[in-house]
């Protein structure tokens, strides 16, 4: 384990925080915003900027523009090719976040790495969780996350696989799927995440 990855699994600066909510919200908005203008010519983006300081804020903000272009794309494509889109989409930022993050906060291989970094980047979008090992891999739960008041359940069904890009990115080996979630009716979110030692 790097040093780096020890030390912010004790404590993330609030400045580092709100870094790396800003590139969490930069990359999601921008690859909604490019499926949109791909796919819905002539249909009226909303902005990305709202002003909101505090971290809370932004994170209700950034949640409130997924679920706009979200509905965007539904209004314009229908409810199949909007998701089969949007999580391809997202599911590749997702490999580019979890890629960077493995690189800058220095994750190895071990499990405990992948969990701590993911805890970390976590953090940034104000999402608690706790992990329970099985059999060829185990379950996360979501208990507490910031962006689920603003999303509806096809928002969550989209965004999702940005999450699971991200594992995919920390960690090749690892595969995560999202079964039920806080805004589909459950009391917290739960994801399998399997292990494919030979990838």
Do not use: N, W
Not at 51 to 61: A, F, K, N
Not at 114 to 119: G, N, Y
Not at 159 to 173: Q, Y
């Amino acid at each position: 384990m790097s040093l780096r990855l020890r030390m912010l699994s004790l404590h993330v600066p609030r400045e580092l925080l709100s870094v790396e909510l800003e590139r969490v919200r930069t990359m999601t908005v921008s690859a909604l915003d490019s499926i949109i203008e791909e796919h819905c010519p002539g249909v009226d983006i909303p902005g990305q900027h709202r002003g909101t300081r505090d971290l809370d804020g932004r994170r209700v903000e950034m949640a409130a523009m997924h679920r706009e272009r979200v509905d965007l794309l539904v209004k314009c494509l229908g409810v199949e090719r909007a998701v089969e889109l949007g999580r391809e989409r997202l599911f590749d930022v997702g490999i580019r976040l979890g890629e960077e993050a493995r690189t800058r906060l220095g994750v190895g291989d071990s499990l405990d790495d992948i969990l701590r970094a993911a805890r970390i980047l976590y953090q940034v979008l104000g999402i608690e969780f706790t992990f329970e090992p099985g059999e060829g891999g185990g379950t996360m739960y979501v208990h507490r996350c910031a962006l689920s008041r603003c999303y509806s359940e096809l928002t969550c069904r989209v965004m999702s696989a940005t999450d699971e890009g991200v594992l995919r990115g920390l960690a090749p080996s690892l595969e995560m799927e999202f079964i039920r979630t806080i805004p589909g009716g459950a009391k917290r979110c739960e994801a399998k995440v399997l292990i494919d030692a030979g990838r």
